[in-house]
């Protein structure tokens, strides 16, 4: 157990830190949050909008991706397929898996860093309940990789939630790039094909995230329900360890 004289310190730098990364989200969710949905909800006004920014227009595409995953209420389907529609298939879906891996990054390590404190801000007390048992699991790894996989669960909830899981931050990288890059290629192939007015494919792929979303609606209770049982949370364990508290 830390000495009272260290424990005091790094009590403080935890809150600073906490209300330092809650300052900014909510500033940048009240300031930006509302203009970045409406302009994604229009993809080609969102590629007059990217392309005036010339060799910058990547890399404000990368910041928007990254934001997203950080704000969790914006539609992160909604902003890939705008990113296909202003990029292409090969290059939306590489923007979008850069800016996913910076947001994802930052929240599991600013989650690392604040425990509970900041996944209580973000994640509402029966989400966070309802997978308690990533929390302590030594195969969390094996439950995030199915989670990941299932349209309809929310997955920068799960990114929030990750943190504090025993995982490793290289193993959940991994993990959560190769679980939802099929996600992204088919948005960003959506958005290209959008662009080119070729809607064949767009209702094809369309027709076939829908039938994948309401699979995963109606079976995603079952399957988290089955990965509960099979790696319940160890007893007498404590949840995790608050690292705000001492």
Request: charged content about 15%.
């Amino acid at each position: 157990m830390e000495p009272e004289n260290q424990r005091k310190p790094r009590l403080v730098t935890h809150i600073v830190m906490l209300g330092v990364f809650l300052i900014l989200v909510v500033y940048i969710s009240a300031r930006f949050g509302p203009a970045i949905t409406r302009l994604m909800s229009h993809p080609e006004r969102f590629k007059e909008f990217i392309d005036s920014y010339g060799p910058a227009s990547a890399l404000l595409y990368i910041l928007i991706q990254a934001v997203h995953v950080i704000i969790v209420f914006i539609p992160g389907e909604i902003v890939q397929i705008a990113g296909g529609y202003a990029f292409g298939t090969f290059f939306g879906t590489l923007y979008s898996l850069i800016g996913i891996i910076v947001g994802t990054l930052i929240v599991f390590f600013a989650t690392r860093l604040a425990g509970y404190s900041l996944v209580r801000a973000f994640v509402s007390p029966g989400r966070l309940e309802r997978f308690d048992y990533l929390i302590n699991s030594p195969k969390s790894e094996i439950a995030l990789f199915v989670l990941f996989l299932i349209p309809g669960v929310p997955k920068d909830t799960l990114v929030y939630i990750s943190g504090l899981t025993p995982i490793k931050p290289w193993r959940f990288l991994l993990i959560c790039t190769i679980a939802r890059f099929p996600g992204l290629w088919g948005s960003a192939y959506i958005g290209a094909n959008l662009q080119r007015k070729d809607y064949a494919p767009v209702w094809i792929m369309s027709g076939l995230a829908l039938v994948l979303f309401v699979v995963g609606i109606l079976t995603k209770d079952k399957i988290i329900g089955r990965l509960h049982r099979h790696w319940p949370a160890r007893k007498g364990a404590p949840p995790a360890p608050d690292r705000t508290a001492c």
